[in-house]
């Protein structure tokens, strides 16, 4: 393998300059060509990253395939794109680093799993939140054996996504697949997925789309496979200027841990302890890098998104039959 990786990059838009930044300054890649419909975005990124200024760019990413010499490509684009544009990258050879969700249905999931496996390519969903070292430290405390069997687990995010995104294509439900639930939301559920040993195995939702196309409001009560409850609740509609997440799990021996705006508390035994500071976060960037060079074991594969979109799927089912209980199907 070439010392430097050459990767393309699918998708230009806010979001992807935080890649494209991170890309560029890792000294073991390199960004060798650009992919976006618009020349607005092709010129802000260029703007943002002066590295890119001699990289050629391209309005299709088939294109780009056809003309570039590549090891990888990194993809930010609206979320029903996503399939075709993986599946086509895994078919030309190339790693793929891609922004989540990953697909937006449980079919899509196992079509890409499959070519991940057939092509013997790497796939890492940019879930940052896995390469945080707090949520770490909360994913390793839960699954202590002293902490015993998780009994319950809350969720919360406010955020002003309704206004925030009006008029993009994350409120078209042909480009975004979904709402909130499918976007911000996407985070959170990973996070319970990842955390919690046992997968959810049935939800309850009520969904308000507050007048848009796609869900923003979510209140979801769920049940674990070993029998541990669950609440989520999603809030679109939140006030501007606020971006709010909280959880809780409580597990059975006396043991809980409780993250409220950026302070993680534990409680052991009855005796509390705050932490408000951890070593340095990863990132979904770098961690590519390391697998593809066979440094590190993926974190974050396209086979670990699939219970997510099982349960989203069942939540929208839910939310559209009134709240029915819908049983989730992996």
Known sequence: MAKTLRIGMIGCGGNARGHLKALVAHPEAEVVALVDPSKAMLAAARQAVPALDGAPDFPDHRKMLRSVELDAVALSTPHTLHTRQIIDCLDAGLDVLTEKPLTCSVAETKKVVAKAKAKRKVVVVAFQRRFHAMRRFMRDFVRDKAFGKPLFVQSFLSQAWLTGTRGTWRQDPKLSGGGQLNDSGSHIIDMIFWIMPARPAEVSAFIDHRGAKVDIDSAISYRFADGALGNLSIAGAGPKGVFWEDMTIIGSNQRALFYRGGVLS?????????????????????????????????????????????????????????????????
């Open 266 to 330: 534990v409680t052991v035994d009855g005796a509390r302890a705050d932490y408000k500071s951890f070593p340095r976060d990863g990132s979904p960037d770098a961690h590519f890098i390391d697998v593809v060079r066979g440094r590190a074991k993926n974190q974050s594969p396209p086979e670990d998104f699939l219970p997510a979109i099982a349960f989203t799927e069942a939540c929208w089912k839910s939310g559209a039959q009134g709240g029915k209980v819908v049983k989730i199907k992996y």
